[in-house]
Nanobody
């Protein structure tokens, strides 16, 4: 079955960096876009923060993370990454990966990985 497992979160000071990882299974990873979402405190749903196409040649970012986050993928390992830099307290939340196309995702979510930005 479809599965996502995120890791790499932690407690970091403002201005710091983390590298999040996502291992996916249960589907043909190379054929879909990879996406990172986050759910911040008080948010009802999840915010899409970054997308990378199946071949990795195009990326897209939310305005709030543009220039600070970098999404990447290694298709041979069914793994995706989110490098998060110059972290701000408002980046605090749980980060999730998923996959699909522009107008759909898999209806399965992993446990996420928690990022806390605090001095």
């Amino acid at each position: 079955q479809v599965q996502f497992v995120e890791s790499g979160g932690g407690l970091v000071k403002p201005g710091g960096s983390l590298r999040l990882s996502c291992v996916a299974s249960g589907f043909y990873f190379n054929n879909v876009d990879l996406k990172w979402y986050r759910q911040t405190p008080g948010m009802k749903g999840r915010e899409l923060v970054a997308t990378i196409t199946e071949t990795g040649d195009h990326t897209n970012y939310a305005d709030s993370v543009q220039g600070r986050f970098i999404i990447s993928r290694v298709n041979g390992n069914n793994t995706g990454y989110l490098q998060i830099n110059r972290l701000k307290p408002e980046d605090t939340g749980v980060y999730y990966c998923n996959a699909g196309r522009q107008d759909w995702n898999f209806d399965v979510w992993g446990p996420g990985t928690r990022v806390t930005v605090s001095s």
